[in-house]
């Protein structure tokens, strides 16, 4: 058979080919530890259970409209007015399978062969695939990193211009370094965006997960002219620990919020009605848990942290998501941050994901959405691993 071009352009997910060895090393009853999963250990909001349950029992589980339900898309219009200011309705809002979806279908609105999307680095490892997949080419620019993280550098987003940019993605809190951009920072991506004639992808995802009294800006608040050229990308999976609900959206102007709901219609029809009733629920229904998942996560990031500082590893301080991201480089071979994350699996049954599926090999992510016990045995086995030293069986040549 053959295939299109566009599966040839796009990579198998390092962290899915980890994360599958990890499950069968499990399902063959070792030990494992993983602190590799990107969603919350918590279950979804109960207000949200409640109403997906009260929805499959009533039977009335029907196609919506392709752009979502109008209780949804209003809830998530209000929440908008709340969080990122300004005056938003319905119009500017569109329904998606989940955040993922909601990326996807960005792309395929904004970009096709031949356009290039500028991506800071480190960023989420579906970036780079989900813009070829688009037909277009990521352009990954690398960001210098301080004790307070990963910080975008102008210059470079500068020298990576082409006539051909039409794109720049940003992820503040980030995945995988949970890096929040200052607001000086955010200002500096819409005046670059204005001044280019770029739209903004901005993926919000983990918006509400910030820790040390950070706040996440978002370049919609920035001003009238950023807010014009600025998507945003937000859902249920992180900050409602509703993974399993796929429910995202996209926020923007009218036109692009129509596109989208368009492309929609004829590629999924439209999202899924039980996420919907159980997302809106979860907005309008303001559930204490999500305050009492963020206090967990912050207690746990502290254990975390100073744990890898006792073992002398250098992480950039995460002010939000649930990751920490230290540089490993120290520790590594030829084979890099795979090789690491290999050795480390293999060895001491501790799963974590690679840095360069993030675009950065000098360094790995540990997702902290996992109990502390756990985090604690993950940090002991990484230290019997650091203090074994890159072993002869690592060199580049085996
Ligand atoms: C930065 C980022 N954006 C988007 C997503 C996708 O979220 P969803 O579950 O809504 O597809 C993830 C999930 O890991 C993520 O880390």
């Known amino acids: 058979m053959q295939f299109a071009d566009r599966i040839a352009r796009i990579e198998p997910s390092i962290t899915l080919t980890l994360d599958a060895r990890a499950k069968a090393l499990a399902a063959a009853g070792h030990d494992v530890v993983s602190m590799a999963v990107g969603e919350p250990d918590f279950p ?41 200011g300004g005056e938003w309705t319905s119009d500017n809002v569109t329904v998606c399978h989940s955040a993922k979806h909601a990326l996807s279908a ?18 989420w490892a579906s970036y780079f695939d989900l813009i070829r997949i ?21 210059d470079a987003l500068r020298a990576a211009l082409t006539p051909r940019t039409r794109v720049v993605m940003i992820n503040s809190p980030n995945n995988p370094s949970g890096t929040v951009w200052s607001n000086e920072e955010i200002q500096g991506i819409a005046d670059f965006a204005v001044e280019h004639d770029l739209v903004i992808l901005s993926d919000e995802i983990y918006r509400a997960l910030v820790y040390d009294g950070c706040e996440a800006l978002s370049p919609a608040s920035v001003s009238p ?48 009605t039980v996420g919907q009733v159980a997302y809106e629920a979860a907005l309008r229904g303001n ?12 207690e746990r990031r502290t254990v975390l ?44 049954r501790l799963a ?21 016990e756990q985090i604690n045995e993950a940090l002991r086995r990484l230290g019997v691993f650091l203090a074994q030293g890159v072993q002869p069986a690592r060199s580049a040549n085996q």
């Open 44 to 84: 979804a909001p109960l207000v949200a259970r409640e109403a997906a349950l009260e929805r499959v029992r009533s039977g009335d589980v029907r196609y919506t409209p392709a752009a979502g339900t109008p209780g949804l898309r209003a809830a998530i219009a209000d929440t908008l007015c709340e969080t990122r």
């Open 106 to 123: 960005s792309l395929l609105a904004l970009v096709q062969r031949g356009d290039e999307v500028l991506v800071p680095l480190p960023a």
């Open 134 to 154: 688009a037909g277009a080419e990521p352009v990954l620019v690398p960001s210098p990193s301080d004790a307070d993280g990963f910080h975008p550098d102008f």
């Open 225 to 272: 002219e950023a807010r014009a050229r600025t998507i945003v990308i937000d859902g249920a999976s992180k900050c409602f620990a509703m993974t399993g609900y796929r429910m995202g959206f996209v926020a923007g102007p009218r036109e692009f919020a129509a596109a989208i709901a368009k492309l929609g219609s004829q590629t999924n029809g439209s999202p899924n």
């Open 287 to 298: 559930p204490p848990e999500l305050e009492e998942m963020r206090a967990a996560f912050a």
């Open 305 to 348: 942290l100073d744990g890898l500082s006792a073992l002398g590893l250098d992480t950039p301080a995460p002010h939000g998501a649930f990751y920490a991201f230290p540089n490993v480089s120290e520790h590594l071979d030829a084979r890099g941050s795979v090789g690491f994350c290999e050795d480390l699996l293999e060895q001491q």
């Open 352 to 372: 974590l994901v690679p840095g360069s599926a993030f675009g950065l090999d000098t360094h790995v992510r540990l997702s902290y959405a996992t109990s502390t």
